[in-house]
Each structure stands twice: as structure tokens, then as C-alpha cells.
């Protein structure tokens, strides 16, 4: 068995969980001791630092005047053959079927040697992006060409398997944390009165802002918030809602209650200063801000949808209601913030949770072995 592997990863750059989860494997890996090679049209946005074994090969924009956009897919492959060529990579890891997976495999038709190719399913790209009926084929083929196919959650499994002719195994390889990154010890007062009075509750939200993340909910939860203490409403980055939301605030009266940070570099860093976590989000086949939450000792009340119930403990780490329920959200938020010490033991709990259940050690390792059984079955 090879013991140190070349390992391309193909991932969007954006900032996004899959990119993410992308970046924090690879640094993973490299700490391991493999090569890892990022191939994007842009770095990866957490990959802030440089690392020794790790690279990251730019796609390159390819435009002509006679097509209507730019031929992001074929730079993409020409880009994957490129590099394994030049590095001799033992296997793609594609995060997202459509394209990166699909570019895997072309790729790997047309280079010196072919290559077996892991492709993980973050979510979007089978329940949004994947359920165009064009697109859904070109899905289902790039999963069936994958060597292995794995992906976040039990629930994104069971949808797939649903959704999907998949003739083959899907592994569940749940995402993971890094807890010296994600910690309590990252509350900072003087950031925290850049946010709130030091008499507030913080009520944070933090996500893209696109309409799956239910944004209107956040406001409608917190305008019904009903408990003695006060609080302040953060909402943490900025996407295509932004402004329908601060529309929402002003006919509500309260924009003088909410802080719009806008996108933020290391959201950890506000993440440790919330007293309580909102994501009451459509869809989400796992939640990434939910476990960032949970590292950091912050409670969490979210929905109830697709993958959050294998991250979050009801009751124990934070609690879960259908979407549109702001009137059970407020009312539970209420609850964790009458109690300072109800908080903290949620906090705590939640903690201990990412720790065990999400460890970044265990679950590299859990790639590599998926690495291994690729190489010997391709
Ligand atoms: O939904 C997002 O904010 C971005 C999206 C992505 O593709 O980057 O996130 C998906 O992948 C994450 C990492 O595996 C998961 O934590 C998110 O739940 C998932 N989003 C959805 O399923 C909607």
C-alpha cells in the first residue's frame, strides 16, 4: 500500500461549506504528510496560509469571442490533465458532481494514464443545481463514472439513493472541525462592543444569504422575542437577500437592534462572541455554521431539514423546529437566554459533541482509507 499519496482536489474557491470542508481535507491530508494539489478557478478562500505539501494551480479563464460565455469547464479539465500529468497524481477528489466530477472524468479519459476519481456530494448539487432535468443526467452519469462516491450526511445518502440511479455504494463521511480553530477561548470583548452593549444578548446568524438560508425567519423570530434580557441581532455575511432583509427590519422598526456585519474574514472570531445561533435554513444536507457554532460553546436553534438532526443534539446541544416556525424559535431562544447557565451547559455540551463526533483527525483518515480503496479498485 503507497503510504504517502499525490491527491488533486477539485473544489469550488468561493466562499461556501464545500469549499470549505474541501480546503480544511486537504490541509488535513497535507498535515499527514500527503501531497495535495488545489485545482481552482480561484484560492480556495480558507486556504489563507501556505503549507509546504500543499498547492494550489490557478484555472486559467479561456474566452472567445464566439461562444456566449466563458469555457469554465474545459479550462477546468485542461487544467486537472495539466497537473496530474506534471505532478503524477495518484486520484481526483471532485467536491460537487456537476462540473468538477464530470471534468474528473474527462480529464482522465484524455490524460497519459487514467486516474480514479472520489467524488463527494455536498448538497446543492444534487438538490438544487442536480434536479434540472438536463443537468440531472449528466448527475447521475458523473456519479455512476466515479470510482467512489461518498458524501456528508445519512440524509443526503438516502436522498441520492432516492432521487438518483446510483449503481454503486455511497459512504457517508460526515463533515468535521477543527476545535483549536472554532474554540470559546476566541471571545473578545473589545470585538464584542464593535457588536453589541456589554447588557446584550448576542442572536447571530450567519450565512450566504440566499434564499434556502430563510433569512426572513431570522428577523421574524427575533422581532418576536419575548424574553426580559436584551438582545441584539448579528447577521453575518452578505449574498442576494441582503437587502430584502434590512427592507424587513425597517418596516419592522428595529434596524436599530440589528448589526449587518457583511462578509467577514475568520467568522470564528464572531461566531465565539454569539450567545445563541439562528439557521432556520429550507435545505441543508449538513450545516457547517451549525458545527462552528457548536466548537465555539454557542447553542444553536436551526430547522429541522435534511442533515441538521445528525448535527445537532435536540435539546442537548440546541434545539430544532420546522422553518417558517419563528414563534417556536423566539420562544426557545427566550428560554436559553433567561438562563445564563442553561447557555453555558448547551454551550459546553455542543462543544464536546463537535470534539467527539466531528473530529478533523478522524475523518481525514476516513478519507484516506476511502483514497486506498479507490486506488485498489480502479
Ligand atoms: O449551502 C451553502 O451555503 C453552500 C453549500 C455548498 O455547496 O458549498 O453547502 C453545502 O455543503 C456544505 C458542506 O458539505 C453543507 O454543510 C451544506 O449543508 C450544504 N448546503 C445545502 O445542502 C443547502
Known amino acids: 500500500m503507497m503510504n504517502k499519496l499525490r491527491i488533486g482536489i477539485v473544489c469550488h474557491p468561493s466562499i461556501g461549506g464545500s469549499g470549505l470542508v474541501a480546503t480544511q481535507l486537504g490541509i488535513g491530508l497535507a498535515k499527514l504528510g500527503h501531497e495535495v494539489h488545489f485545482i481552482a478557478h480561484k484560492r480556495p478562500f480558507k486556504l489563507i496560509q501556505n503549507y509546504s505539501n500543499v498547492y494550489f494551480h490557478e484555472v486559467d479563464e479561456v474566452n472567445y469571442p464566439l461562444f456566449e460565455g466563458p469555457l469554465h469547464t474545459y479550462s477546468l479539465t485542461a487544467k486537472i490533465v495539466e497537473v496530474v500529468e506534471q505532478y503524477q497524481l495518484h486520484l481526483i477528489h471532485a467536491h460537487y458532481s456537476i462540473p ?32 434540472d432535468n438536463a443537468i440531472k443526467r449528466l448527475n447521475t452519469f458523473s456519479m455512476n463514472q466515479s470510482t467512489l462516491l461518498t458524501t456528508v450526511s445519512n440524509f443526503q445518502r438516502q436522498y441520492i439513493q432516492q432521487e438518483f440511479e446510483i449503481n454503486q455504494p455511497i459512504n457517508v463521511v460526515h463533515n468535521f472541525i477543527d476545535a483549536n480553530d472554532f474554540t470559546p477561548e476566541l471571545v473578545d470583548q473589545n470585538l464584542r462592543r464593535t457588536l453589541a452593549n456589554d447588557d446584550e444578548k448576542i442572536l447571530m446568524h450567519v450565512s450566504n444569504f440566499r434564499p434556502l438560508k430563510n433569512t426572513q425567519t431570522v428577523v421574524n423570530a427575533f422581532s418576536q422575542l419575548h424574553c426580559d434580557e436584551k438582545v441584539r441581532l ?73 442533515g441538521i438532526p445528525e448535527v445537532v443534539e435536540e435539546g442537548v446541544t440546541g434545539f430544532m423546529h420546522p422553518p417558517e416556525d419563528a414563534q417556536s424559535m423566539a420562544s426557545t431562544i427566550s428560554k436559553i437566554f433567561a438562563d445564563n447557565q442553561y447557555q453555558q451547559q448547551l454551550g459546553k455540551a455542543g462543544r464536546a459533541r463537535a470534539i467527539q463526533h466531528f473530529n478533523t483527525e478522524i475523518k481525514v483518515n476516513q478519507y484516506v482509507d476511502c483514497y486506498h480503496q479507490t486506488l485498489a479498485i480502479h
Not at 472524468?105 to 446543492?124: D, K, R, W
Not at 435554513?281 to 465555539?296: G, N, Q, T
Open 100 to 131: 468538477h466530477s464530470l471534468c474528473a472524468f474527462l480529464a482522465s479519459n484524455i490524460c497519459q494514464y487514467s486516474f480514479p476519481i472520489v467524488t463527494t456530494i455536498h448538497g446543492t448539487d444534487v438538490t438544487i443545481v442536480g434536479q
Open 234 to 306: 448579528v447577521l453575518v455575511g452578505s449574498g442576494p437577500d441582503i437587502e430584502k432583509i434590512k427592507q424587513q427590519c425597517s418596516q419592522l422598526n428595529i434596524l436599530d437592534r440589528v448589526r449587518f456585519t457583511g462578509s467577514v474574514n475568520k467568522v470564528e472570531r464572531y461566531i465565539a462572541n454569539a450567545d445563541c445561533l439562528i439557521q432556520p435554513s429550507y435545505r441543508e444536507s449538513f450545516c457547517m455554521v451549525i458545527l462552528e457554532a457548536m466548537s465555539c460553546g454557542v447553542p444553536t436553534v436551526s430547522s429541522n431539514v435534511d
